[in-house]
């Protein structure tokens, strides 16, 4: 059990709706990544988050924006939804220390319509 | 930029035979190695890492991968597969002390009882 939680589960949104996701990190880690993985591919890093601070990011448009609270666990949003948008999102956290090891959650699937 | 790629999207194996999948990527420094497993209807998990040493190295449930620098290769095996390997392997490479995980495509693998 990695203790890593997403919600929803699975959603299905229109082109230009904004979403909202939502992830809890397993006890005891202070960063955040998140990553898409659209139908047939590997994850592909969104960004990430380590202590409330964006710590880096890949190659995603502004409109894809976090948060990290004082709990560390994090928030994706995501601004004028795209049917390419449509993918599931992972959440993955881990201790900054031990930085290579990351447990991910069991994703939100997003349908963009 | 650093790239992941994974040498076939499906491998049909019957059971007790023995397992490689290729994994290659593309960056001139210094990184850091994983692959991960998906089964049916769980989270991504991590199998195995390569951070540094003995370019042989050993995961859970009897996999191992053989680091080849000059290669930039890092293919996993398993002498003999059981059904319940059948799975989403993806291959991931990290630069030593980054931010930011490259995933491959991934290989699904279906294991015939």
């Known amino acids: 059990e990695t203790g890593v939680t997403q919600s929803p589960t699975h959603l299905i949104k229109t082109r230009g709706q904004q979403v909202t996701l939502r992830c809890s990190s397993q006890?005891?880690?202070?960063?955040v990544s998140w990553y898409q993985q659209a139908l047939g591919q590997g994850p592909q890093f969104i960004f990430q988050?380590?202590?409330?601070?964006?710590?880096g990011r890949g190659n995603f448009p502004p409109r894809f924006s976090g948060l990290q609270f004082p709990n560390y666990s994090s928030e994706l949003n995501v601004n004028a939804l795209e049917l390419d948008d449509s993918a599931l999102y992972l959440c993955?956290?881990?201790?900054?220390?031990?930085?290579?090891?990351?447990?991910f959650g069991p994703g939100t699937r997003l349908l963009v319509l | 930029a650093q790239s992941v790629s994974q040498h076939n999207h499906h491998v049909i194996l019957s059971e007790a035979a023995s397992l490689e999948l290729g994994c290659n990527y593309s960056?001139?420094?210094?990184?850091?190695l994983f692959w991960y497993v998906q089964y049916p209807g769980q989270h991504l998990q991590l199998l195995l890492k390569?951070?540094?040493?003995?370019?042989l190295v050993k995961g859970i449930k009897g996999f191992e991968a053989e680091f080849i620098k000059s290669k930039f290769s890092f293919n996993l095996r398993k002498p003999s597969v059981q059904w319940s390997d059948t799975a989403e392997y993806f291959c991931?490479?990290?630069?030593?002390?980054?931010?930011?995980?490259?995933f491959g495509a991934g290989t699904r693998l279906f294991v015939k009882a």
């Open positions: 006890s005891g880690h202070n960063t």
């Open positions: 390569y951070f540094s040493g003995d370019p």
């Open positions: 960056y001139g420094g210094t990184v850091n």
């Open positions: 991931a490479v990290r630069q030593t002390g980054g931010f930011k995980t490259i």
């Open positions: 988050y380590y202590r409330e601070e964006e710590n």
């Open positions: 993955a956290s881990s201790f900054q220390a031990e930085q290579e090891t990351q447990y």
